[in-house]
């Protein structure tokens, strides 16, 4: 008799915890948060809901568009930063020279504020020599498709690259980066650290 499956045993398989291997920053690191970065790095927590089915749209744009166009998807790459750390990406999709970045949300007019996302498009076009770069901005609910150019601007990259060496400095010394305003509404709000944060406590002796 086969053993039945439960609803736990479908949740174990989308909603799993990112795993590093050793001195690893990751793109999504620091162009967010980097306090946050820090506290994640030490307190992985598990895929949100809407970061599982970011994940389950991203799948499905990919196996379709990859039967319709020339281009290769989910690409990765990794660039030193020194004393053995790297830092690691993976772009959506290139495409022509160009950078796509998927982002699938329920608003389109408010995801297009977000910062983060346009600095990843930076970094990745860094990372690939792209001369153009693009958000694709996908509705959710109505699936109504929105496609950003995001200007590409001098020593953008660099800083980045800047900031993930701090963060990596300060992983390595147990003390937080120095705190930032928040850079959108409910950055911090929504924060699953933000108790800890505003403790400025060690996050591996807190468990949150």
């Known amino acids: 008799m086969s053993e039945s499956l439960t609803p736990e045993n479908f949740r174990q398989a989308f909603f799993t915890t990112r795993q590093r291997d050793g001195k690893v920053i990751f793109v999504t690191d620091i162009t967010r948060c980097l306090r946050k970065a820090y506290y994640s790095y030490f307190n992985p927590q598990p895929s949100s809901p809407q970061a599982v089915v970011g994940q389950l749209l991203h799948r499905a744009f990919a196996s379709t568009l990859r039967d319709k166009i020339g281009a290769y998807f989910e690409v990765g790459f990794t660039i030193g930063l020194g004393r053995d750390w790297v830092l690691k990406g993976r772009c959506d999709m290139l495409f022509a020279d160009s950078v796509y970045e998927f982002k699938f949300v329920r608003s389109i007019p408010r995801a297009k504020e977000r910062e983060g996302y346009n600095l990843q498009v930076q970094l990745y076009c860094h990372a690939f020599r792209a001369r153009k770069g693009y958000l694709v901005f996908v509705d959710r609910e109505t699936f109504d498709i929105e496609i950003v150019e995001v200007e590409l601007r001098d020593g953008v990259a660099e800083?980045?690259?800047?900031?993930?060496?701090?963060?990596?400095?300060?992983?390595?010394?147990?003390i937080?980066?120095?705190?930032?305003?928040?850079?959108f509404e409910g950055e911090c709000e929504y924060c699953e650290f933000v108790e800890v944060c505003g403790m400025g406590e060690d996050v591996r002796e807190v468990r949150v």
């Open 159 to 174: 800083s980045l690259l800047d900031d993930a060496r701090y963060l990596a400095d300060c992983l390595e010394k147990g």
């Open 176 to 183: 937080p980066p120095e705190r930032a305003s928040p850079r």
